[in-house]
């Protein structure tokens, strides 16, 4: 398997958030511990120290207040980009996500448009204790206008970035817990994504798509390299749940005929369900098996010493695409 | 508690000013008398007296001032009149029209918000970032008692105190939180829980406009002065259920329905302003007549 060598997510991450800064005065910075400390993950490292307390501030320890203050703060003219300190921690922030925020935009007649972000770190395999190992982007995908990304590299969670704080509605950006210092992962294709809220096709192949996301993104990566060259396998990273990009997902499909969805959060009622439903209904025809799904059954996310159990791995990944393509 | 006044936020109502208030709760009780009927024919899906608390919402609007951004709950009807919005933007949100039928920005009066307290954080926000683009805006925020029983309402109050936010809290007090009277609500008076946090306060009783009117000018002067937040409650009688479709009789006893109804606000203002030789019969008349004209014109765009 080919593997590079690139920066860090949590570098891309306080690279592009100190671009924003420096571009945009109307940019603030909202999160427990992200200033003095630098975040819990060191994202935002240096930032409090370059740009000053007031743009890097650190918020009371109550997610609720995060969000609804920077509700408040985008009625009058300014662009917060929120940080929830882990995914387990979001549900006390839930209500002014998706009673407020994502209904604001309605409520005035568009008199208000809110670049809202809210950065979450998601996701297992670091051995976290109860709560610091969700992955709860199912929840807002949901939530009419609520966009959700789930960027699995650096280069993704900047251009996504970028567009979320113009987009004039709130954005939902998780972030890969294991892969925040992560250097090393698997060659990608270098195609570029159509647009910003584009998937991508992150490597080229023709016996089979996987439509994937976030950090099991490399897994799925690891997977098709492992497969080839007896399975060809095509990795769409869907980087974006909500909107879906069913688009690149369908022209997929229609070339290779063969659909698996791979995901970390859990698949009951899940993104692969959504992606699964929308082919069958638009790209049946091309189908030469059924859809499948590799998700966690719907169970809360165990004690560190058995989330090897629950987790999707590379092994599982490729049993699936043996049993499907055989 | 001793607010800080200032000379240029009079603290006593001169004469235009009471007549001033009285108009405003006359026609804050018209309107909402309208609505009322208008939602028993079927012209409105759902309304939500304000009656009752016209002398605590009139009485503070006015002294606030037109500056101040005001982020109401959903029953401050008189606030939303006297600030500019018309009767039949009011009611267009509950005839299904629209979820906001004001201009919020221009009228400074922010959309109603109904899922109880979330407007207190957003109040909050608000004056921190103004403050952090150099607009030193005063921003009021109102709630009635059973929204301060959500966490936003204590988590506002902890954010407003630590962060020295420029807002007013607003809490009228009228006594129930639909069927849960404040006994059962609360073990202190909203006005304590908020000296708790570190936040200045006052409870004045919501029967006369003008003893509103004297707190809030010294209340506000406080937050401009001081930049720092402060709260006053205010008592008021419930003469209505919460809303249409509640039927308080069910639980509420008819003697405190009755004390509530003598306790009218708006008639005893106008029977003191008429005691004083503030207002007479013309000017009475002239306020009727405009009344009448506001409902007429509210009755033939809804029905």
């Not at chain 1, 008199?111 to 809202?116: A, D, Y």
């Not at chain 1, 060809?232 to 005929?257: I, K, Q």
């Not at chain 2, 109880?116 to 921190?128: D, F, N, R, S």
């Not at chain 2, 009277?181 to 000296?195: D, I």
Request: a negative charge; one cysteine or more; aromatic letters at 6%.
């Amino acid at each position: 398997m080919s593997a590079v060598r690139s920066a860090a997510l949590a570098e891309s991450i306080n690279a592009t958030l100190a671009d924003l800064l420096e571009q945009d005065p109307r940019l603030l910075l909202l999160g427990e511990d992200i200033g003095r400390l630098g975040g819990v993950f060191r994202v935002t490292r240096g930032l409090r120290e370059r740009f000053g307390a007031e743009r890097v501030r650190d918020s009371l320890l109550a997610e609720s207040t995060i969000v609804g203050q920077a509700v408040g703060m985008a009625m009058s003219g300014l662009v917060p980009v929120c940080e929830i300190q882990f995914d387990g921690f979001t549900y006390p922030a839930v209500n002014q996500l998706v009673t407020q925020a994502a209904r604001i935009g309605d409520r005035w007649n568009g008199q208000v448009s809110p670049s809202l972000v809210v950065r979450i770190p998601t996701g297992g395999g670091v051995r976290g204790v109860e709560h610091h190992s969700e992955s709860n982007e199912a929840l807002f995908a949901r939530v009419p206008g609520i966009s959700v990304a789930c960027p699995s590299t650096g280069e993704d969670a900047d251009q996504i970035l970028r567009y979320a704080v113009t987009l004039g509605s709130p954005v939902v950006m998780y972030e890969p817990i294991r892969l925040y210092w992560r250097r090393n992962t698997p060659a990608r294709d270098p195609e570029p994504a159509r647009s910003p809220t584009a998937a991508r096709i992150v490597r080229r192949g023709t016996d089979l798509t996987i439509a994937t996301f976030g950090a099991v993104t490399h897994e799925v990566l690891e997977a098709a390299y492992a497969l080839s060259p007896e399975v060809d396998v095509e990795v769409v990273d869907l980087r974006w749940v909500a909107p879906l990009d069913m688009n690149t997902v369908l022209e997929s499909v229609a070339r290779t005929g063969r659909l698996l969805v791979v995901h970390e959060g859990s698949k009951d009622v899940g993104i692969g369900a959504e992606v699964a439903a929308s082919v069958a209904e638009h790209a049946f025809d091309a189908l030469r098996g059924p859809v499948r799904r590799l998700a966690p059954d719907r169970r809360a996310y165990p004690p560190a010493d058995f989330e090897k159990d629950y987790l999707i791995g590379v092994r599982e990944i490729k049993d699936e695409v043996l049993v499907m393509t055989k | 508690m001793v607010l800080q006044a200032e000379t240029e936020y009079g603290t006593d109502p001169d004469d235009d000013t009471r007549r001033s208030l009285l108009r405003h709760m006359l026609v804050a009780r018209g309107v909402d008398e309208e609505a009322r009927q208008l939602q028993k024919q079927g012209a409105l899906d759902l309304w939500l007296s304000c009656q009752g608390q016209e002398a605590a919402q009139v009485g503070s609007a006015l002294a606030v001032g037109p500056t101040a951004t005001v982020f109401p709950s959903y029953r401050e009807h008189a606030v939303a009149l006297l600030r500019g919005v018309t009767p039949d933007e009011l009611v267009a949100q509950w005839a299904g029209r629209t979820f906001c039928g004001w201009d919020p920005r221009r009228l400074r009066f922010f959309p109603y918000t109904l899922v109880l307290a979330a407007q207190t954080l957003h109040g909050v926000g608000y004056a921190i970032g103004q403050r952090l683009q150099g607009r030193d805006d005063l921003v009021v925020v109102y709630m009635g008692d059973g929204a301060t029983s959500e966490g936003d309402m204590s988590e506002a109050l902890n954010l407003a105190a630590v962060e020295s936010a420029s807002v007013l809290f607003i809490c009228q007090n009228n006594g129930w939180a639909i069927s849960k009277p404040a006994g059962e609500q609360m073990r202190t008076s909203v006005a304590e829980r908020a000296r708790g946090f570190g936040i200045e306060s006052v409870r004045v009783p919501g029967q006369d406009p003008e003893t509103v009117f004297s707190a809030c000018s010294r209340a506000a002067a406080h937050v401009r002065a001081e930049r720092a937040p402060c709260l006053v409650e205010i008592p008021v009688g419930r003469i209505h259920g919460h809303s249409t479709s509640d039927a308080q009789e069910v639980y509420r006893d008819h003697e405190d329905i009755a004390r509530a109804r003598a306790a009218d606000p708006v008639t005893a203002y106008a029977a003191r302003l008429g005691g004083l030789g503030l207002v007479d019969t013309a000017w009475l008349d002239a306020v009727d007549a405009e009344v009448r004209e506001l409902r007429e014109r509210l009755m033939k765009e809804y029905v």
